[in-house]
């Protein structure tokens, strides 16, 4: 059963650099692709980005300019930095394994999920 | 883009009760269209993919139905863990969740 942990700092100041990582347990990040989801507190759920080991990556339109996913397989774990953060940006953020069957993309593990608050 | 949206919002409900739930998106997407259960404070829980699959250990009394355009999803008897907020997604065009419906007690 794969497991994933989320880590990072809880508290980024507006105009800095949003850092988290993944770690993968139970099984190899090499096999599978892997996302990061994110929640504003009280509200609903928005996918941010996708990558596969490859280090192919796809990104929500919205945030990709500002969006950096890489994969560390030598740490069985995935990254996730998201620059130039607002206030906007405060959010549970969730890591989570991505199951693509033919056309179809589901988030079939998570994260317990870390809230990462924007403030000065 | 794809629009997706949901209804109801929310919806209150006895133990029991037969629940649906719908999805629908602005496109077709033909059946790229997934279910999730979310409780306060947690991770969401994958229900449903591809439509109408189960997913492996959820029980029976949810469904999925659909393509196109509208999608379903159905709580057949309603239980007391139940009561959470369900977020459908689809994967047609990138990936987007629907705003959700919250379940809660009548």
């Known amino acids: 059963q794969v497991q994933l942990q989320e880590s990072g700092p809880g508290l980024v100041k507006p105009s800095e650099t949003l850092s988290l990582t993944c770690a993968v347990s139970?099984?190899?990040?090499?096999?599978?692709?892997w996302s990061w989801i994110r929640q504003p507190p009280g509200k609903g759920l928005e996918w941010i980005v996708y990558i596969y080991n490859s280090g192919s990556a796809n990104h929500n339109p919205s945030l990709k300019s500002r969006v950096t996913i890489s994969v560390d397989t030598s740490k069985n774990q995935f990254s996730l930095k998201l620059s130039s953060v607002t206030a906007a940006d405060t959010a549970v953020y969730y890591c989570a394994k991505v199951k693509k069957a033919g056309g179809i993309f589901y988030f079939d593990y998570w994260g317990q999920g870390t809230l990462v608050t924007v403030s000065s | 883009d794809i629009q997706m949206t949901q209804s109801p919002s929310s919806l209150s409900a006895s133990v029991g009760d037969r629940v649906t739930i719908t999805c629908r998106a602005s496109?077709?997407?033909?059946?790229?269209l997934n279910w999730y259960q979310q409780k306060p404070g947690k991770a969401p829980k994958l229900l449903i993919y591809a439509a109408s699959s189960l997913k492996s250990g959820v029980p029976s009394r949810f469904s999925g139905s659909g393509s196109g355009t509208d999608f379903t999803l159905t709580i057949s008897s309603l239980q007391p863990e139940d009561f959470a907020t369900y977020y459908c997604?689809?994967?047609?065009?990138?990936?987007?969740f629907g705003p959700g419906t919250k379940v809660d007690i009548k």
């Open positions: 997604q689809q994967s047609y065009d990138n990936l987007l």
């Open positions: 139970g099984g190899s990040i090499s096999s599978y692709y």
């Open positions: 496109q077709y997407i033909s059946n790229y």
